[in-house]
Each structure stands twice: as C-alpha cells, then as structure tokens.
C-alpha cells in the first residue's frame, strides 16, 4: 500500500498569501474539494480560518488549509500561483484528476 502525501504549497503560492496578507486576520488559504462543477467535482479556493481537523501546509506564518474530506483527492497534487494575461490566480495541479473542464475549477477522477 502506497503512503498518501498531501498536497504541496508553492514558495509563488505562499508568497502570494503574504503580499495580500492572510496571516493578519487569522485566516489561511482554504483548498477544498466539492460534488459539482461541469466535471464532477470542483476546488473551492478561498480564505478562511483553520478548523481542528484541517491539514495545515505552513511556511513562514502563512498557511493552506485542506480538510479531511478533501484531503484524499488532493493526495500529491501542487497548490500554485499564477499571473496570466488573463489575470492572476491561485491554481491547482491535481495527478488524480483523469480531466478537467476549460476555467480549470472542476475536475473528474
């Protein structure tokens, strides 16, 4: 049996929280995996504060958060951060998902 390993955090990705300073009310990068989307299921990426049963990702006072539910679907995926002509956002790179639909929120595994 292969040993699950959670998700990572890009130094770009934890950088970001501390240029738009999460850490200062509390609050860390929630990653969460919901039913939905064109594609089955879907990230909901958003700030929020840590829960007890959360899987903290920290670095230099900034954090992202995942909760248990969530966790085994991000199981070695890449937690990034990306500036684009169309504009700048934190995206996921996920090995587990089998596709994804186009705005790169909903994903099917």
Do not use: W
């Not at 899987?55 to 951060?81: R, T, Y």
């Not at 504009?87 to 099917?108: E, Y």
């Amino acid at each position: 049996m292969e040993l699950a390993l959670p998700p990572k955090v890009t130094d770009r990705a934890f950088a970001r929280l501390a240029e738009i300073g999460a850490d200062t009310e509390g609050h860390a990068l929630r990653v969460a995996v919901e039913g939905g989307g064109c594609s089955g299921f879907q990230y909901e990426i958003k700030l929020d504060a840590p829960s007890d049963d959360d899987l903290v990702l920290e670095k230099d006072g900034q954090k992202v958060v995942v909760d248990s539910v969530s966790l085994p679907f991000l199981e070695n995926a890449v937690i990034d951060f990306t500036e684009e002509l169309i504009g700048a956002r934190f995206v996921i790179d996920n090995p587990n998902a089998t596709s994804s639909c186009g705005c790169g929120t909903s994903f099917s595994m």
